[in-house]
Each structure stands twice: as C-alpha cells, then as structure tokens.
C-alpha cells in the first residue's frame, strides 16, 4: 500500500471509529452496570441477612401420615382445624403460609396439595423439599442406606469411547470456550453490522461521498470503513467480554463467596478462536459495507434483507456441529464463508491436524481480500450511477468484474 | 500546465451525454462551463475528476511535463454540485479531516483553517457543528475544503448556489486570489454576471454539444451580431410602407411609428440604414443591449432550432 494510501486508510479509520465513539456515553453505560452490580450485591446481602422462615400447616387424613421434618426455611406442623378454616384464614396472612394437605394413594403413594394465598417462588422450593423428605422416607422403609438412595437416582455412570481417535473425550472446556467465543463474535458482528450501514447510507444521505471521492479513491474509502467499524465489532467484543469476567468475578466472589477460578476457559485454544474470530468480523463487515455501498435509500431498498446473510454460517454450524466429523460440518468448517464460524467448533470438538485451521483460515482470508475489493467497487459504481440504485445483476456483475 | 478534452464522447447507455466535445484550460485560467440543466456540464467535469471515463476521445492533464488522463487527486480542489459535509461535526473538524485526507499535516491544516474562516468570517463558530450554519455559510465551508490545500486545479460545480450577493462578491474576489496564485479554475455556473466578472473563456453548451467555446467578449460580439433595434419614426407609416420591411427579417411593428426588428447576417446594420428613409423620417434608433444571460438564453434558443431544422 502506498504511504499516502496508507496516511488516508488511517485517517479514515479514526474518523469512523471517532465518529460513532462516545466516550460521555461509554463511561455513562458502565457507571449503570457498576450501579446494577451494586443494587444486586445490596439485595443479595439484605436477603441473606433476613432469610425468611415459612411456616407450613400439614393436614392429613390419617395421624399415620408422616409430616416431613422441618429444613432449610420451611418449619412443618400439623394444623389444627378444618382444612376450609385453614385454607380461608390464609388469605388473611393468619398463622402459616401454607398449608400442604397430604394424603396417601393407591400403592403407599403420597399425594400432596399446596394451598398458598399466592403464587411465589418459595413454593416450588417447598415442592422440591417435600419430595426429597417422602423419597427418603420411602427408602427408609425399603430399609435402604444413603448410598443405595443415590445408586437409584444415579443408577448408571457412562463413559464414551470413541474409534474415532480424532474425537476429544473431554470437550466440555473447549466447546464451551468456542461457543463463547462464537456468541462474542456475533455480538461483535451486529455493532459492525449497524455501524458500516448507518455511516456508508448515512454518508450517502449527507452528500460528503462525491467530495470523499475526489480526495481519495474508492477503495481507500471503503478499506478506511471497514477497519473503523471493525474496531467497533472489537470493542464491542471487548467489553462484553470484560463485562462478563466482571460480572463472573462478582457473582463467584462477592456473592457465592467461592474463590475466582477460570477454569471454564481452554486457554490453549484462545490464540486459534480469535485469529478466527477477527478474520470473520472482517469477512462480515467487508460484506455489509459492500451491500451498503449499493443501497441509496436506506429506508426503501430490498436490499437490507441481505444484511441476515452472515448469520447464516453461525446457524448452519449450529445445526450440524452435532456430528463434527460428518461431512456436512467437514464441508461447513472449511467453505470460506461458513469457516470462521465452523472450524473453531470443529476443533473444540475434535482433534484437527495443524493444516486444517491454517487451509480454512488462509481461504477465508482470500475471501476477506475479494470481498474487500468488491465493496470498493460497489461503492465506486454505485456512486457513479447518481441515485439509481443497482440491481442485484448489477452487483453481482461488479463484484466480479468492476466497471 | 494544461488540460486538454479532445473530441471526448461519453453514452449512458444509449443517451449520449457528451458528444465530441473539445476544449483546453491553461495556468491560471477561469474557464466557465455554461449550458441548462442536462447539456452535460456535469459529465465533463466527472471525467475531469476522474470518476468516469469517457468513452471516446482523449482527455490529457500535462502537470509538470507528466501527463494524466484525469486531474490527480492531490492536484485537484472540487466543490461538487451534489454536495455536503458532515453535519454533526463542526466546522473545524470537517475542514480538518478533508485537509489531511488531501495531504496536509494536522499542524499546517489548523493554522490554514484558522485563516480561511478567519476570512470568512466564521472564525468564531469554529466549534460549532456545521448544521447550525445558515445554507449560505455551510457552502463558505465547503469552498474552504475544497481549496485549502492549495490544488493546482480547483473544479467548482455551482459555487454561487445559497450564497447572498455580498458573499457572491467574496467569492468572486476570492476565486480572483486563487488564479493569481497560480491556480486554474473551471467552475459551472448559473450566475452569468458573476461568469462575466470572472471568466476570460468560456465553454457554452446544450445536449451535449458545444454551442460557442472561446472569449467571453467573442461569445458577445458575436451574439450581439444578432442584436435586437428598436426605431422610432417621427410620423405614423402607412401599411403599405410597414410592409417593405423584407419577409426573411425577424420583426414587429409595435406601433404605427415603432419597429423592432432582428439584425443578423443576412439583414445588416448597414442594409437597414438603407432601408430606412425610404420608409419614413427616424427620430430614434436604440440597439436593445443584452446582457450575458439574454445572450446566453439567446444561444441556447438558436441552437435548439438549428438542432430541429
């Protein structure tokens, strides 16, 4: 590239990326997430220093009926009275909470109905407590340990062997690191998205690319559009990802009050994910800033349906990273424009020889090069045409071929 | 330095837009483009710029011996007819950001904005964003981005458009200073006194083709050929003698004793002098003066019916 070429690449950049960079509002959004990370640290504490109790009246029909013991917030009792009584006295904010009216059915079966004033969250707590006391309760009287209870809801313990020795037996880490990576990306794909749209038709609207072009060439213009708006991708990446540490850190150590730990990351796959990474938010801003360049009116072209495209590699890999070494994802994890979504998938999920991310990610970067080409003569074209929008034919024919 | 369009053609698709047109522009010339919306003004000046090529012909830019087929950027200050700024932005910022885009550094371009609003007057809303500018001041600027790296040739599309009278004559004053620094000036206007003010040559054109290119005063003379007189008789002329006036000279009795008539090649000066005592004793003969827009209008009207002959 041309030093000059360059000066004005640069320029262009830092005038897009400045242009929608808002630093009153970059400190404003974060002081709001400090000050939600507060009102839940408060609320977390408040709640755990006044941990309610409930008081439930237990109502069966025989005194055989066992009441399940008293744990955790709920305090068991019999209730005395008519179950009506009871039941109406509840709306009243009377004696108890609840009252759980307990029978037993056919085969020793317990059938227990929760009576409350009103629906809230504690209740399927109490369910859960309930159930856990019968089961107990039944093990009791099959005369089975505490070992044996967990054997049956437990009863089997699988390992999976694979002849496929490419297959990873533990991927939990890198998958989970790939996937989040992939929503990472998406989220940094959408502000590119938007941002290249608003400032290429926006631009437009003003009427600034005629006097643009006859400072720098089209190709510089759009070079310059891209990386502004990739940066924005990026930062958009890069904040969410510390807003996400953040937020981890906040939960795992101020409020579960666990040591910080990471150990959800695979580290050793980072490098690869945001190679990966960075060559499709190019790849994605490149394609929106050439379907932009041929847009005149944003707001009655046919042509912003095309903007869902790139979405399309990130649901096709969902769809199939099912059976990574199928041949569909075989296909997905190296086909340029699906690749940058899919191989890092694949190779969270299985073992892949060193050339194969090295093809997929030197073929997308051929891509990232013609489409960048592309959109410098879309623009260029549709520039030319002075208000006329460009068919689809059209566009086609200049992506390939220029003027 | 020269610029050179030798019988440059250019089609859109099947609408020819230029049609063999010829012209040169020199150092420190101001070379007016003229002719009504759709002679092709525009497409002239695009391939001037660069933006497109024509698709017969030749244009040639000799800068420094080297010879271009369009104006380079870094030698080129164009004020297109489709123009804007970035309105959100002030008024330094937007002049800054096109400065360097044109190879200023930073430091030079702040000082040289300071001096080019400073001479407009807009020195004290240098902060403020452009959209809060009147039409006519947001033009002031975006004439400012157009030169302020001082281009050798500088395009402007429509200069006087939004702007008052008295800022007209600034920018008449203004593109006067830029020729004499050495600067060549093709502009397009609609605004024929400021033409007259300014341009030495001109080009006129309609659909494309060229109607009169050379000097102004050429482009007068001759349109001023065709001139209208006006005559006054002494006494009321009798039909007999109003009609002695041949048929193939364009005019009008507009009283019994006033005559309007059309001077041209076939009808002269000297054939109506002639002509005249024998129709009746003159107390007036007034030769109407056009000024460059009638003559202007005057052109274009000749040449559509030339063109439909």
Redesign the interface.
């Known amino acids: 590239m041309h030093k ?1 070429t360059f000066r ?1 690449v640069r ?2 950049t830092a ?1 897009e990326f400045m ?1 929608f960079f808002k630093w009153k509002q970059e400190v404003i959004s974060k002081l709001i997430m400090l000050a939600i990370a507060a009102v839940v640290f408060v609320w977390q504490t408040v709640k755990d220093d006044k941990e309610p109790m409930y008081w439930i009246g237990v109502v069966s029909e025989s005194s055989n009926i066992a009441i399940p013991n008293s744990t955790g917030p709920f305090e068991f009792e019999p209730a005395p009275g008519a179950l009506d009584s009871l039941i109406e006295q509840l709306e009243d904010d009377a004696l108890y909470d609840a009252i759980i009216e307990v029978k037993v059915g056919a085969l020793g079966k317990h059938e227990v109905k929760i009576h409350s004033s009103e629906k809230t969250e504690w209740l399927i707590t109490l369910q859960q407590t309930v159930t856990q006391y019968y089961a107990q309760l039944y093990a009791q009287q099959l005369g089975l340990q505490q070992e044996q209870l967990s054997l049956l809801s437990e009863p089997v313990l699988f390992e999976q062997s694979y002849t496929d020795d490419n297959v990873k037996e533990d991927e939990n880490e890198s998958s989970l690191t790939a996937i989040g990576m992939a929503f990472l990306l998406m989220a940094g794909v959408f502000t590119s998205f938007a941002q290249i749209f608003a400032s290429i038709t926006g631009e437009k609207q ?3 690319t ?8 089209a190709q510089t213009w759009i070079d310059g559009k891209i990386f502004g708006n990739l940066l924005h991708g990026l930062k958009a990446m890069l904040t969410m990802s510390i807003s996400g540490i953040l937020g981890y850190t906040f939960i795992r150590v101020v409020i579960a009050g666990e040591p910080l730990s990471f150990d959800f990351i695979d580290w050793s796959m980072l490098p690869w994910l945001i190679v990966f990474a960075l060559a499709g938010l190019y790849f994605c801003t490149a394609f929106m800033a050439a379907i932009a360049a041929a847009i005149d009116d944003p707001n009655h072209s046919a042509k912003t349906s095309l903007m869902l495209l790139p979405l399309l590699p990130v649901i096709l890999t969902m769809m199939t990273m099912g059976n990574p070494s199928g041949l569909a994802f075989t296909f997905l994890s190296y086909f340029p424009l699906t690749a940058f979504a899919a191989m890092p998938i694949k190779m969270s999920l299985i073992e892949v020889a060193i050339w194969e991310p090295l093809l997929a990610l030197s073929l997308i970067l051929l891509l990232c090069y013609w489409i960048r080409g592309s959109a410098g003569r879309l623009f260029k074209m549709g ?2 045409m ?1 208000g006329k929008e460009p068919t689809l034919k059209d566009m086609v024919k200049w992506a390939f071929k220029g003027n | 330095m020269e610029l050179v369009v030798d019988k440059v053609v250019k089609k859109y698709e099947e609408m020819i837009a230029v049609n063999e047109l010829s012209f040169s522009v020199s150092e420190g010339e101001i070379f007016a483009l003229l002719g009504p919306n759709g002679a092709g003004k525009s497409s002239i000046i ?1 391939m001037l ?1 660069g ?2 090529h024509a698709d017969e012909g030749r244009i040639s830019v000799n800068i420094d011996g080297t010879y271009h087929p369009s104006i380079p ?2 030698e ?1 200050g ?3 007819e ?6 959100e932005k002030s008024l330094l910022k937007n002049i800054l ?2 400065a ?4 200023m550094e930073k430091q030079s371009a702040l000082s040289a904005t300071d001096s080019w609003l400073d001479r407009f007057e807009l020195i004290d809303r240098k902060d403020d964003p452009l959209k809060s500018l009147s039409k006519g001041n947001q033009q002031k600027v ?1 004439l400012i ?2 030169v302020i790296h001082q281009p050798r040739w500088v395009i402007l599309d429509e200069p006087f458009s939004g702007l008052d009278p008295v800022n007209q004559e600034k920018v008449v004053t203004f593109l006067s200073e830029l020729t004499a620094q050495g600067m060549s000036v093709i502009l397009s206007a609609h605004q024929m006194a400021m033409i007259e003010k300014l341009a030495a040559r001109i080009l006129l054109m309609n659909k494309g083709k060229a109607v009169f290119y050379g000097k102004l005063a050429d482009f007068r003379s001759k349109q001023e050929a065709n001139a209208k007189i006006s005559v006054t008789f002494v006494q009321s002329i009798a039909p007999e003698l109003q009609s002695s006036i041949p048929d193939n000279v364009e005019h009008q009795w507009l009283k019994d004793n006033k005559l309007s008539l059309s001077i041209s090649a076939q009808f002269t000066i000297n054939q109506l002098l002639n002509l005249l005592p024998s129709i009746g004793e003159v107390s007036d003969i007034q030769s109407q003066q056009m000024d460059l827009h009638q003559l202007y209008l005057q052109a274009i009207e000749e040449q559509g019916a030339s063109t439909h002959a």
């Open positions: 000059n004005q320029l262009v005038w242009h003003q009427r600034v005629e006097q643009l072009y006859s400072c720098i060439s520039m030319i002075y | 695009r710029t933006f497109t950027s870094h080129l164009y004020l297109p489709d123009r804007g700024l970035y309105p950001y096109f360097q885009l044109n190879g975006q981005t157009a």
